[in-house]
């Protein structure tokens, strides 16, 4: 069984920046691709990046192009999710989410969740 | 970019059976995929490819996909089958993901 446990999320404030880490277990990570998602209280999905089993292609949602950069560690089954130049906007919880072989395949099983508040 | 339009919300009671939409241009060329979504907790698969069901998920959840509209079907709805539930697709035009705003399936 696919687990992803979520780490690092937390208040920060407008125009800081934040990580967020998730752990994958159960599967052999480096075939895989991975993805954030995000959902901001109270409203729907958003998907946000994801990244190829490999690492070498990065894909960015529009509202966080820039900004947000997806990276991942294979030796150590990890996904991250640097946050730079925060907005309220982007006040959410992140969901860390197991893809298929390529980034354009199903989104498969999905982490627990980190919460990130931005506020003054 | 890719737009993906669900019913804000469906009902239905016990023992019946739900139908929820995903609307989006030329839908059945893609691949469709539903996501259940409890309150307070992550979603979970429940359709991938227009119509497999993953493991553990039950045989009354199905899919279809034609047209302009895929589909979510839930047999015999029980009340834990209350959740929100989100289609999603890829979209090869941006290279990303695309989820549609969700319907939330209340049970009677």
């Known amino acids: 069984e696919v687990h992803l446990r979520q780490s690092g999320g937390g208040l920060v404030q407008p125009g800081g920046s934040l990580r967020v880490s998730c752990s994958a277990s159960?599967?052999?990570?480096?075939?895989?691709?991975m993805h954030w998602v995000r959902q901001a209280p109270g409203k729907g999905l958003e998907y946000v990046s994801g990244?190829?089993?490999?690492?070498?292609?990065?894909y960015f949602a529009d509202s966080v192009k820039g900004r947000f950069t997806i990276s991942r560690d294979n030796a150590k089954n990890t996904l991250f999710l640097q946050l730079t130049s925060l907005t309220i906007a982007d006040s959410a919880v992140y969901y860390c989410?197991?893809?298929?072989?390529?980034?354009?395949?199903?989104?498969?099983?999905w982490g627990q969740g980190t919460r990130v508040t931005v506020s003054s | 970019s890719y737009v993906l339009t669900q019913p804000p919300s469906v009902s239905v009671a016990p023992g019946q059976t739900a139908i929820m939409t995903c609307g989006g241009d030329?839908?059945?060329?893609?691949?469709v995929h539903w996501c259940q979504q409890k309150p307070g907790q992550a979603p979970v698969l429940v359709i991938y490819?227009?119509?497999d069901r993953p493991s553990g998920i039950p045989e009354r959840f199905s899919g279809s996909n034609s047209g302009n509209t895929a589909t979510l079907t839930i047999s015999r709805v029980e009340a834990g089958d209350e959740a929100d539930y989100y289609c999603?697709?890829?979209?090869?035009?941006?290279?990303?993901?695309?989820f549609g705003g969700g319907t939330k399936l209340t049970v009677l």
């Open positions: 159960g599967l052999i990570f480096s075939n895989y691709a």
């Open positions: 990244i190829s089993s490999g690492g070498g292609s990065t």
């Open positions: 999603h697709v890829w979209d090869s035009a941006t290279d990303l993901h695309v």
């Open positions: 989410v197991q893809g298929g072989t390529s980034t354009n395949l199903f989104l498969d099983s």
């Open positions: 030329g839908i059945g060329s893609k691949s």
């Open positions: 490819y227009d119509t």
